[in-house]
């Protein structure tokens, strides 16, 4: 099982940003399809972006588009969430997540098969 592990949460202001990183083990990342989630307080976790194995195919969930950008560096083993114009409402722990199978770009969690530890995310007014 390949092994996710997410970097860069953190306490922001509002209209702020933060860039997360997801590091992956192994020598097959360029094979997989790659996702952020999200899960805030009393909430189920939620889809928030995600990306093929070649970054053609990117998709976002509607509360973040415009503001959320997902991109991968294949060659450093690495998905990143570049997050601008942070809400309070993005306040949640953020997921990092892998389909080592590499199919089409999945929307929910049962089309991911590897997920990190998670990293808090807190925008405040």
């Known amino acids: 099982q390949v092994q996710l592990v997410e970097s860069g949460g953190g306490l922001v202001q509002a209209g702020g940003s933060l860039r997360l990183s997801c590091a992956a083990s192994?020598?097959?990342?360029?094979?997989?399809?790659m996702g952020w989630f999200r899960q805030a307080p009393g909430k189920e976790r939620e889809f928030v972006a995600g990306?093929?194995?070649?970054?053609?195919?990117?998709y976002y969930a509607d509360s973040v588009k415009g503001r959320f950008t997902i991109s991968r560096d294949n060659a450093k083993n690495t998905v990143y969430l570049q997050m601008n114009s942070l809400k309070p409402e993005d306040t949640a722990i953020y997921y990092c997540?892998?389909?080592?199978?590499?199919?089409?770009?999945?929307?929910?969690?049962?089309?991911?098969?590897?997920w990190g530890q998670g990293t808090q995310v807190t925008v405040y007014t």
């Open positions: 990306i093929g194995r070649f970054s053609l195919n990117i």
């Open positions: 192994g020598r097959t990342f360029s094979g997989y399809v």
């Open positions: 997540a892998a389909d080592r199978r590499g199919r089409r770009v999945g929307l929910t969690e049962g089309d991911f098969d590897s």
